[in-house]
């Protein structure tokens, strides 16, 4: 277990407090983490105890299978055996990354409607790329669900910097798809570094490089590290550079291996094993697992019984075979890490340690061009290279949902694209106008405003300078700026001079670009006002884009502030608390997606209620199986206790030769029927059957309970009997001690004699049916059910505790405090003691109270109040001391 119980901490006890589930998704693992109030933080632990899962999903006829389950179906039904799904999220059906996931998978790949990939099982259902990760995402959140006993809907998931808009709209729509809520997407290099700096502080600021080298690419991030001192001990993370390369991830690895694998095949057996999907299926996974030994030995033995056309494959690869197979990617290993460290503006000599993570670290190949890279000293294998990245994210999605106290780790991310927007100049001669307007190395989370001198609608174009990656188009929104006509006539009418369109450009915490706010915006003449709007707002606003304004990032901003609200810069106050509301009119937006679309809302409720149909039906199987096992075992055990074997059983004891022969007939009948209808029968059926031999056997059970509860009981039933007496004697006694001495009593002597007579009663009760049920068998029913008996007790119980806890008369010099602590009854004293326990979360917090009360009612003597749980109304001692 690794727990960090320093890091975390409840902000509150608060019932309401939502758990945050992280997931890391890569092309070939799951990882996931919850952070949940009472459950250690960890991995999340899959149904078979591991703590990660294989990135798959596939289906045996009807039945749907996740993880490792999933990835095995591969060699027998390669169909139906989806995995490495992560290389196809938001793709292009014509880029390279289909192209490259045809080469590895043997799995349909199809065209959706909206020019992106979908998976075709063999029985020809097809699932959007979306819908498959939606499968895997609410298999995790129902994981999550069933470990933490509550509902799991918050959720953030790890992306690769390098994942452009189309990537991460194909994530957000997934999450939406399996019923999750995106509370954030983070960058896999930036949730390492948040796991890093959990337990260390950077007193002197330190930049370390983050290299990633997982299944989908290798990438490299270079993060500066800070920790601030005094009064604001928080520690900052800037993501200062990023440097990927696509074509060298673990999948081009395996690849790689296979290609070997099927060579030898293909030379030694004089066949092409590439025309057999279940062989190439089953040499895949040969190929994952030739791989690992690879990387701690120097050569791999491999058999595989009746890989195809029947034939058994036997072949060795060395370290030296695969290594050569990789000639071509040696010099492409280490070189994110140069092209980081260039967008940081840095040289190696500003780092201070290169930290591995991803499970391709392990590969001998890629291990030695890091060190020869950056120089074995650098580097740092101090995170766990499997889970710092789930870990992290799980850290940062707390902190963003504000539920729990975690250390003050400040992220700020930056985007791994130059976004441009382009616009028709409509001036003189159209023309377009194009605007680097977040260029690589931005700031997440910061918006820019962009002025328009405009009178009519018009479109703001986003591209991507260079596609991102290669093969995915570069335009990727275009928003419609509306109702401009009518404002700036508007405006111009309120005498409004220049009115110019400002729209704000936000770059997200997740990294998506959008339009979050556009108005019509014109200076109104007001003497008051009227020279120090003109100094702000007034310069430059002659040419077509006149104005980019940055404003300071601010995590979390309101998106859909208003261009007048939302800079706070603190020599602009003196204008914003002057500007008139009614001269700026929000404008309309209308947002278009060019080429690759992310799901519509009515594609994800489709695609919603195509999984819930799956979950239902799934649920449904369950039921009946479990109903079915149930039955099952039900029967084989009413069969052992019908059993002449076992003689002496109780259920022999407490039952009738009858009724034992009529639950073997109903018993023999229902064998027959299992055997017979057991597979077409339905869920109900078996319930139903069941309760029918339970019904029979109910009354037996009964009796046995009863003879097993009576001397309990009645035990029960004495005691309150014997106290009773008790109470009654002494009480007797004081009265008369203290009519002597001329001092009031607490009882009447009605009281007294009215509790004598429920005592009689009974006793006289208990007399009487005690003795009947003695000559009871135990295969007859109880004349006395112990449920009555025990509420004849309580009876009694009641009445006794009245009159015992009657307060001493106002009069009366006696402390009454002793008669709370002295207790008549061994079930009086349990119960104050199970008051206490179940109350001690309350007690806790009151405790201050508690302490601040006793010492200010602390006797002139000093002698402090005894505090007694419950408190009720104690008498105060001082009263005492005074009177006497
Ligand atoms: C890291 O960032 C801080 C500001 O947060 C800056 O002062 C410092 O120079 C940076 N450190 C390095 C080594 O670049
Ligand atoms: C924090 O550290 C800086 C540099 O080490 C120092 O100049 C500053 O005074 C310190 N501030 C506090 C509040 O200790
Ligand atoms: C990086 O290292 C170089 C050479 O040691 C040094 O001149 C430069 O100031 C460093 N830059 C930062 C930001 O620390
Ligand atoms: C904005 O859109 C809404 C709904 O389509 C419409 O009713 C409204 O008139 C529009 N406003 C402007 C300023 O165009
Ligand atoms: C413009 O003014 C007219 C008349 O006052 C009003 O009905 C309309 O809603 C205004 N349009 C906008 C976009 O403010
Ligand atoms: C503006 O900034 C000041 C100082 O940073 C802050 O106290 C204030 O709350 C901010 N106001 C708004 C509206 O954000
Ligand atoms: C009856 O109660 C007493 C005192 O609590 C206990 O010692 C005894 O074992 C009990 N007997 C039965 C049969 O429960
Ligand atoms: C009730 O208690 C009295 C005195 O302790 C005892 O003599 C009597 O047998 C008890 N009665 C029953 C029914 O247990
Ligand atoms: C009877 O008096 C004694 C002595 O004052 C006291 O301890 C005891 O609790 C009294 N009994 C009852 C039943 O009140
Ligand atoms: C003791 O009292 C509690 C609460 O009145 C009751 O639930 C419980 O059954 C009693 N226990 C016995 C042994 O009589």
Same mark, same amino acid.
């Given at each position: 277990m690794?727990l960090?119980?320093?890091a975390l901490?409840?902000?509150s006890l608060?019932?309401?407090?939502?758990?945050?589930?992280?997931?890391?998704?890569?092309?070939?693992?799951?990882k996931?983490?919850i952070?949940?109030?009472?459950?250690?933080?960890?991995v %999340?632990l899959?149904?078979?105890?591991?703590? $990660?899962m294989?990135a798959?999903v596939?289906?045996?006829?009807?039945t749907?299978?996740f +993880?490792?389950?999933?990835?095995?179906?591969?060699?027998?039904f390669p169909?139906?055996s989806?995995s490495?799904?992560?290389?196809?999220q938001? @793709?292009?059906?014509?880029?390279?990354?289909v /192209?490259?996931? *045809?080469?590895i998978?043997?799995?349909?790949?199809?065209?959706?409607?909206r020019?992106?990939?979908?998976?075709?099982?063999?029985?020809?259902?097809?699932?959007?790329?979306e819908?498959?990760?939606?499968?895997?995402?609410a298999?995790v959140?129902q994981?999550?669900?069933?470990?933490?006993?509550?509902?799991v809907?918050?959720v953030i998931?790890?992306? !690769?910097?390098?994942f452009?808009?189309?990537q991460r709209?194909?994530?957000?729509?997934?999450?939406e798809?399996s019923?999750?809520r995106?509370l954030?997407?983070?960058n896999?290099?930036?949730?390492?570094a948040?796991?890093?700096?959990?337990?260390?502080t950077?007193?002197?600021?330190?930049?370390?490089i983050?290299?990633?080298a +997982?299944?989908?690419?290798?990438?490299?991030t270079?993060?500066?590290?800070?920790?601030?001192?005094?009064?604001?001990? &928080?520690?900052?993370?800037?993501v200062v550079?990023?440097?990927?390369?696509l074509?060298?991830?673990?999948t081009?690895?395996?690849?790689?291996?296979?290609?070997?694998?099927?060579?030898?095949?293909?030379?030694?057996?004089?066949?092409?094993?590439?025309?057999?999907k279940?062989?190439? *299926?089953?040499?895949? $996974?040969?190929?994952g697992?030739?791989k690992?030994?690879?990387?701690?030995?120097?050569?791999?033995?491999?058999?595989?019984?009746?890989?195809?056309?029947d034939?058994?494959?036997?072949t $060795?690869?060395s370290?030296?075979?695969?290594?050569?197979?990789?000639?071509?990617?040696?010099?492409?290993? *280490?070189?994110?890490?140069?092209?980081a460290?260039?967008?940081?503006?840095?040289?190696?000599d500003?780092?201070?340690?290169v930290?591995l993570?991803g499970?391709?670290?392990?590969? !001998?190949?890629? #291990?030695?061009a890091?060190k020869?890279?950056v120089?074995e000293e650098k580097?740092?294998?101090?995170?766990?290279?499997?889970e /710092?990245?789930v870990? +992290?994210?799980?850290l940062h999605?707390?902190?963003?949902?504000?539920?729990?106290?975690?250390k003050?780790?400040?992220?700020?991310?930056?985007?791994?694209?130059d976004?441009?927007v382009s616009?028709l100049a409509?001036?003189?001669?159209?023309r377009t106008?194009?605007?680097?307007i977040?260029?690589?190395g931005?700031k997440t989370g910061?918006?820019?405003?962009?002025?328009f001198?405009?009178?009519?609608?018009f479109?703001?174009n986003f591209?991507? $300078?260079d596609?991102?990656?290669?093969g995915f188009? @570069?335009?990727?929104?275009?928003?419609?700026?509306?109702?401009?006509?009518?404002?700036?006539?508007n405006?111009?009418?309120m005498?409004?001079?220049?009115?110019?369109v400002?729209a704000?450009?936000t770059?997200?915490?997740?990294?998506?670009?959008?339009?979050?706010?556009?108005?019509?915006? +014109?200076?109104i003449?007001?003497?008051?006002?009227?020279?120090k709007l003109?100094?702000f707002?007034g /310069?430059?606003?002659s040419?077509?884009?006149v104005?980019?304004t940055?404003e300071?990032s601010r995590?979390?901003a309101?998106?859909?502030a208003s261009?007048?609200?939302?800079?706070?810069?603190?020599?602009a106050t003196?204008?914003?608390?002057?500007l008139p509301?009614?001269?700026t009119?929000?404008?309309?937006?209308t947002?278009?997606f060019?080429?690759?679309?992310?799901?519509?809302?009515d594609e994800?409720?489709a695609a919603?209620?195509?999984l819930?149909?799956?979950?239902l039906?799934?649920?449904?199987? &369950?039921?009946k199986?479990?109903?079915r096992n149930?039955?099952?075992?039900?029967?084989y055990?009413?069969?052992?206790l019908?059993?002449?074997?076992?003689?002496?059983?109780?259920?022999?004891?407490c039952s009738?030769?009858?009724?034992?022969?009529?639950?073997s007939?109903?018993?023999d009948?229902?064998?027959a029927?299992?055997?017979d209808?057991?597979?077409?029968a339905?869920t109900s059926?078996?319930?139903?059957k069941?309760?029918a031999l339970e019904?029979?056997?109910r009354?037996?059970?009964h009796?046995?309970?009863?003879?097993?509860?009576f001397?309990?009981? %009645?035990n029960?039933? #004495?005691?309150?009997?014997?106290?009773?007496?008790?109470?009654?004697?002494e009480?007797?006694?004081n009265?008369?001690?203290?009519a002597?001495?001329?001092?009031p009593?607490?009882?009447?002597q009605d009281?007294?004699?009215?509790?004598?007579?429920?005592?009689k009663?009974?006793?006289a009760?208990?007399?009487e049916?005690?003795e009947?049920?003695?000559a009871?068998k135990?295969?007859?029913?109880?004349?006395?059910?112990?449920?009555?008996?025990? *509420?004849?007790?309580?009876v %009694?119980?009641?009445?006794l505790?009245?009159?015992?806890?009657?307060k001493?008369?106002?009069?009366?010099k006696k402390k009454?405090?002793?008669?709370?602590?002295?207790?008549p009854?061994?079930?009086?004293?349990?119960?104050?003691?199970?008051e206490?326990?179940t109350?001690?979360a309350?007690?806790?917090?009151?405790? /201050?109270?508690?302490?601040?009360?006793s010492?200010?009612?602390t006797?002139?003597t000093?002698?402090p109040?005894?505090?007694?749980?419950?408190g009720?109304?104690? &008498?105060?001692? !001082?009263?005492?001391?005074?009177? %006497?």
């Open positions: 690794r960090l119980p320093l901490a409840l902000l608060d019932s309401a407090l939502a758990a945050v589930l992280a997931i890391d998704y890569g092309s070939d693992w799951i996931a983490s952070m949940s109030p009472g459950v250690p933080f960890d %999340l899959n149904k078979d105890s591991k703590r $990660k294989q798959s596939g289906w045996k006829q009807s749907r299978y +993880g490792t389950d999933a990835f095995n179906l591969a060699s027998r169909t139906d989806f490495s799904i992560k290389l196809l938001g @793709a292009p059906f014509d880029s390279p990354a /192209a490259q996931y *045809a080469r998978s043997s799995a349909e790949i199809a065209q959706t409607a020019d992106t990939a979908a998976l075709r099982q063999s029985d020809g259902t097809e699932w959007a790329v819908e498959l990760v939606a499968m895997q995402f298999y959140k994981l999550a669900e069933s470990s933490t006993g509550e509902k809907t918050d998931v790890t992306v !690769p910097p390098f452009s808009q189309f709209d194909a994530v957000v729509d997934a999450i798809i019923g999750l995106t954030a997407l983070i896999d290099g930036t949730a390492v948040v796991n890093y700096a959990m337990t260390r950077f007193p002197t600021p330190e930049n370390h983050i290299f990633d +997982g299944a989908s690419g290798i990438r490299a270079v993060v500066n590290f800070s920790t601030g001192n005094g009064t604001n001990p &928080a520690t900052q993370i800037n550079g990023v440097g990927y390369d074509s060298t991830g673990g081009e690895l395996d690849r790689r291996l296979r290609e070997i694998l099927i060579e030898a095949f293909n030379a030694k057996h004089g066949k092409d094993l590439r025309t057999d279940r062989g190439l *299926a089953k040499l895949w $996974k040969e190929a697992r030739v690992g030994i690879l990387s701690a030995n120097v050569e791999a033995s491999s058999t595989i019984e009746s890989l195809a056309w034939i058994d494959f036997r $060795k690869v370290r030296a075979d695969f290594e050569t197979a990789c000639e071509d990617l040696k010099p492409k290993f *280490a070189q994110p890490i140069q092209d460290l260039k967008s940081a503006g840095l040289t190696l500003n780092i201070t340690s930290i993570t499970g391709s670290t392990r590969t !001998p190949m890629i #291990q030695a890091v020869a890279a120089g580097i740092a294998l101090n995170v766990n290279a499997d /710092a990245a870990l +992290g994210a799980a999605g707390a902190s963003l949902s504000r539920q729990f106290k975690t003050n780790i400040k992220v700020q991310d930056m985007s791994a694209y976004v441009q616009y409509t001036a003189s001669t159209p106008i194009t605007t680097l977040f260029p690589a931005s910061s918006k820019k405003t962009l002025t001198k405009r009178k009519e609608d479109v703001i591209d991507y $300078k596609p991102a990656p290669a188009p @570069a335009r990727f929104l275009e928003v419609g700026i509306e109702g401009v006509a009518e404002a700036i006539a405006l111009t009418e005498g409004a001079t220049d009115p110019v400002k704000t450009l770059l997200s915490e997740s990294g998506f670009v959008s339009v979050s706010n556009a108005v019509a915006f +014109g200076e003449k007001d003497e008051s006002i009227a020279g003109k100094g707002f /310069a430059g606003s040419s077509e884009a104005e980019e940055s300071d995590p979390r309101s998106t859909s261009s007048t609200s939302s800079a706070n810069a603190s020599e003196p204008e914003k608390k002057a509301k009614e001269n009119i929000t404008l309309n937006t947002v278009v060019p080429t690759i679309p992310p799901m519509t809302v994800k409720k919603r209620s195509r819930r149909t799956i979950d039906e799934e649920a449904a199987v &369950a039921r199986e479990e109903a149930g039955f099952e075992s039900y029967l055990r009413m069969r052992d019908l059993d002449p074997e076992n003689a002496d059983t109780p259920f022999k004891q009738q030769e009858s009724e034992r022969q009529a639950i007939e109903k018993l009948e229902s064998f029927w299992l055997y209808r057991g597979d077409v339905e059926q078996f319930l139903d069941r309760n019904t029979l056997e009354p037996i059970i009796r046995y309970k009863e003879i097993e509860e001397p309990q009981a %009645l029960n039933s #004495q005691m309150w009997n014997w106290s009773t007496r008790l109470f009654l004697n009480a007797g006694e009265m008369t001690a203290e002597e001495a001329g001092l009593s607490k009882w009447t009281e007294l004699e009215a509790l004598h007579k429920t005592l009663e009974h006793e009760w208990l007399n049916w005690v009947k049920q003695k009871v135990a295969n007859e029913d109880p004349v006395i059910e112990t449920t009555e008996m025990k *509420a004849r007790a309580k %009694l119980e009641t009445a505790m009245k009159l015992y806890k009657r001493v008369p106002k009069t009366t009454t405090s002793a008669t709370e602590e002295a207790t009854s061994p079930n009086a004293s349990a119960n104050s003691e199970a206490t326990s109350t001690s309350e007690t806790s917090t009151t405790s /201050a109270e508690t302490s601040t009360t010492a200010e009612s006797t002139p000093g002698e109040t005894v505090v007694i749980p419950d009720e109304q104690q &008498a105060p001692i !001082p009263t005492i001391h005074d009177e %006497l």
